[in-house]
């Protein structure tokens, strides 16, 4: 009975969930989110198309805000790009990159080089103060948004 007790705490404690097939840019830009996704789609030759605002659950205030949110899919690389805004009047997405207004997402079989490349022509629009990457294990809350982005697509076949 010992061990089938050990297992169970085990099971109980779980390793965070891991997204290796995701790459994070984090862009500080003054642009709107709406101008910032034109220059991304005219620069980087994506088609990112505005959806309703995702909402995210915020567990320490109990609350959902909702942020802009643009998605694209290339069935070509199966690779799924989606940029989300950062905060909304009340609340941040990521609070700990607080310097990031948007976050460009990459899912799927991503080449590292592909996303140093994407990162190189965001830095280039005008209007883009910043472009970084952002280690998907530094963001405390990746494992809800990222269930909560998931959640508010299906249906909408992005």
């Avoid at 862009?27 to 995210?56: C, E, F, G, M, W």
């Avoid at 899912?107 to 080089?113: I, Q, T, V």
């Amino acid at each position: 009975m010992h061990e089938t007790t050990a297992m169970a705490r085990k099971k109980l404690i779980s390793e965070p969930l891991s997204y290796p097939d995701l790459g994070i840019i984090g862009i500080s830009s003054q642009l709107k989110d709406y101008r910032l996704a034109y220059h991304i789609n005219l620069t980087a030759a994506l088609s990112l198309t505005r959806l309703d605002d995702l909402p995210v659950y915020q567990e320490k205030e109990g609350t959902l805000p909702e942020f802009p949110l643009f998605a694209y899919y290339e069935c070509n690389r199966r690779l799924h790009f989606y940029l989300i805004g950062n905060s909304n009047h009340t609340a941040k997405l990521v609070p700990a990159y607080r310097q990031a207004d948007y976050f460009l997402l990459t899912k799927g079989p991503f080449d590292p080089e592909h996303l140093d490349s994407l990162l190189r022509t965001i830095r280039k629009i005008e209007g883009v103060q910043l472009a970084f990457n952002v280690e998907g294990a530094k963001v405390k809350n990746l494992e809800g948004i990222m269930t909560d982005l998931e959640l508010h697509l299906v249906g909408k076949g992005v």
